[in-house]
C-alpha cells in the first residue's frame, strides 16, 4: 500500500511518515528534503531562487545520497524551498524519482505538499496531517533551539505562515487536501496519538 502524506509546515508531517514506514517494513521518502537539495544546490552557487532556468539546472543535479544532508533544515533554505518549488519544471524534473520511489515495492511512505493530489492520486492511504500554526511554530523553534540555532516563537510562526500562504497559492501543484483524505490534526496530539489515529484510519483501507 501506498501511503501519501500531506500537510503544512511543521504539522507532524515527518514524524507520522517515519513511524508509519518503521511499522509496516515500507522505505519512506520525505519528499520535502528533495524540493530542499534543489534550494541549498542552488543558494551555494550564488543562484536566485526565482530564477526559474537556475533551479531547474540544480534541480537536475540533485540526487538520493544528499537527502539527510543536516544543513537542508537551514531556515533560509526553507523559505528558498518554497520559492525553487513553485517552478512547474522544478516539479516535473523530480515528479519521475518520487514515483518510482512509491511504486518499487509493495508498498512505501512519502510525505509532502502534493503527494495525496498529483505524485499518487492512486495511493491506498491518503492523510491529511495538520495543527494550529502557533502549536507548528512552537514545535519548529523548539527544534532549532533543540539544535543550537536561537529561534524567536513569533518569528518562526511568521515565516511558517509565509511559507504555507506561498506554498497553498501557486498554480503548480500546491498544498491542498485530496478530495479523499483522512484529516488529522495533531493539535493536541503527541506522536504517539499520531500513530495511533493513524493506524486506526489505515486500517478502515486495508478491508
Ligand atoms: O518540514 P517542513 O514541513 O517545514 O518542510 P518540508 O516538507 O521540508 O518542505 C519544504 C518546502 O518544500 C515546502 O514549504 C514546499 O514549498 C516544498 N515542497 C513541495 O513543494 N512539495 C513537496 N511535495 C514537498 C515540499
Ligand atoms: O514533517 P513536518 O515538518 O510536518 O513535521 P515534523 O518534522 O514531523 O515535526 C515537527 C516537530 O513537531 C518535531 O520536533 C516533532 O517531534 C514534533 N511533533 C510533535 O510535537 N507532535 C506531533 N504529533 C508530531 C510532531
Not at 543535479?61 to 519544471?89: F, K, M, N, Q, Y
Not at 514545535?139 to 513569533?154: F, H, S, T
Not at 511558517?160 to 496530539?189: C, F, G, H
Amino acid at each position: 500500500m501506498i501511503i501519501a502524506i500531506d500537510g503544512p509546515a511543521a504539522a507532524g508531517k515527518g514524524t507520522l511518515a517515519r513511524r508509519l514506514a518503521a511499522h509496516f517494513g515500507y522505505p519512506h521518502l520525505d519528499t520535502g528534503a528533495l524540493y530542499r537539495a534543489v534550494a541549498r544546490r542552488l543558494l551555494e552557487a550564488g543562484g536566485d531562487p526565482a530564477d526559474a532556468d537556475a533551479a531547474l539546472a540544480a534541480a537536475r543535479l540533485v540526487t538520493a545520497d544528499e537527502l539527510d544532508d543536516p544543513r537542508l533544515r537551514d531556515e533560509a533554505v526553507g523559505r528558498a524551498t518554497s520559492i525553487v518549488s513553485a517552478h512547474p519544471a522544478v516539479r516535473a524534473a523530480l515528479l519521475d524519482f518520487q514515483r518510482r520511489f512509491a511504486h518499487a515495492g509493495p508498498g512505501a511512505v512519502l510525505d509532502g505538499r502534493d503527494i495525496g493530489t498529483v505524485v499518487c492520486p492512486d495511493a491506498g492511504a491518503k492523510l491529511f496531517v495538520t495543527a494550529s500554526p502557533e502549536a507548528r511554530a512552537a514545535r519548529r523553534a523548539k527544534e532549532l533551539r533543540d539544535r543550537g540555532v536561537p529561534a524567536i516563537d513569533a518569528r518562526v510562526l511568521q515565516d511558517i505562515k509565509e511559507r504555507d500562504a506561498r506554498d497553498s497559492s501557486r498554480s503548480a501543484a500546491p498544498l491542498a487536501q485530496a478530495a479523499d483524505a483522512y484529516v488529522l490534526d495533531t493539535t493536541q496530539l503527541d506522536p504517539d496519538g499520531a500513530l495511533a489515529a493513524a493506524l486506526a484510519y489505515i486500517a478502515t483501507r486495508e478491508t
